[in-house]
């Protein structure tokens, strides 16, 4: 049900939804009788398309407004302008828009930060994903980065023992990041299958294969006075010892800095993360970032962290305001 009319050659127009089902189902040539129902064939389906030509409203006479009844008018309450807090959209955040905001404020190389400014902003204030992935079926695009997410993604789960297993999970995660082409996709899984092997030879997966507790993408809401920030924490365990560990996985390819230099843009994301399970656990875990293309982790300090989040609302506001 909406609205349409007829342009200067006769064809049946309308905006939006319906002028998309206009077009599709070929019912531009409709003709203008009023009250016309006609039915059509297109494909298996079968639409009736029925019309009814609505008179011109006619407009009412002007009066002269008596100007004294002006004066005495008081505006309806429903027609106040409507206080706004702008803030109300930052009440709740995600933990990937923290990242974002340590990458705005301390992401290396400096020249990436107003890019990671950008789509915070993009993402709090207009609610706009941060990207969206292009399927391309003539030419796929295998990056570093995509490698590395595949191989992220693959390890959020407890991995297959079967390699036959393991290579179709592979590929089913190249073709959910774009990678369609039967090539290109045998391509991507056996660069992430080789990458794989590797990190399942770091330090993080000894832990994970001696730990008493192995916790994967636990969802988890922290808050504090002014904010909700909520998200998925990559990996906690519980080790042999009974102490705890979280572990957040990185697929960036670093250049020209140390690691631990790079890890500072992180430390409000792992911060949050760390606080969360804190309150919810009653102990202070320990801290690392783990590197999949590096096959390194670094250790972050509880000082670190804990002094990135009382420094959290004036970053907040910094980037927000």
């Known amino acids: 049900s909406g609205a349409a009319e007829w342009d200067k050659q006769g064809q049946l127009k309308a905006d939006g939804w319906l002028g998309w089902l206009i077009d599709a189902l070929e019912l531009s ?84 930060r107003p890019r990671y400014r950008e789509r915070l902003r993009r993402s709090v204030l207009g609610d706009a994903p941060a990207h969206i992935e292009r399927a391309n079926l003539n030419k796929d695009t295998i990056t570093f980065k995509k490698i ?37 996709r045998e391509e991507a899984v056996t660069r992430a299958y080789g990458l794989l092997q590797k990190v399942q030879k770091s330090d993080v997966f000894t832990w994970i294969n001696e730990a008493q507790e192995v916790l994967r993408e636990i969802p988890f809401i922290y808050q504090t006075e002014r904010r909700a920030i909520h998200g998925q924490i990559d990996l906690l365990i519980r080790r042999a010892d009974d102490t705890w560990a979280v572990i957040n996985y990185k697929t960036s390819y670093v250049k020209g800095v140390t690691l631990e230099a790079h890890a500072r843009q992180y430390l409000p994301q792992v911060g949050v993360y760390a606080a969360a399970v804190s309150a919810l656990l009653d102990v202070v875990p320990a801290v690392y970032i783990h590197y999949i293309r590096h096959e390194k982790t670094v250790f972050v300090a509880e000082a670190d962290w804990r002094a990135a989040l009382a420094q959290l609302e004036d970053d907040i506001g910094s980037l927000l305001s």
């Open 29 to 112: 040539d409709h003709p203008r009788e009023a009250q016309q129902d006609r039915a059509y064939e297109w494909g298996t389906l079968a639409v009736r398309c029925c019309l009814e030509i609505m008179p011109p409203i006619p407009m009412p006479e002007l009066e002269r407004v008596d100007e004294a009844l002006v004066e005495d008018a008081v505006m309806p309450p429903l027609l106040a302008i409507i206080p706004v807090d702008s803030t109300v959209a930052m009440r709740s955040l995600t933990a990937t828009q923290i990242a974002d905001m340590g990458s705005a404020l301390h992401g290396t190389p400096q020249d990436t």
């Open 148 to 184: 590395g997410d595949i191989v992220h993604q693959a390890i959020r789960d407890n991995l297959p023992t079967d390699r036959r297993m393991l290579l179709h999970l592979l590929g089913c995660q190249a073709w959910e990041h774009g990678i369609v082409t039967d090539e290109a």
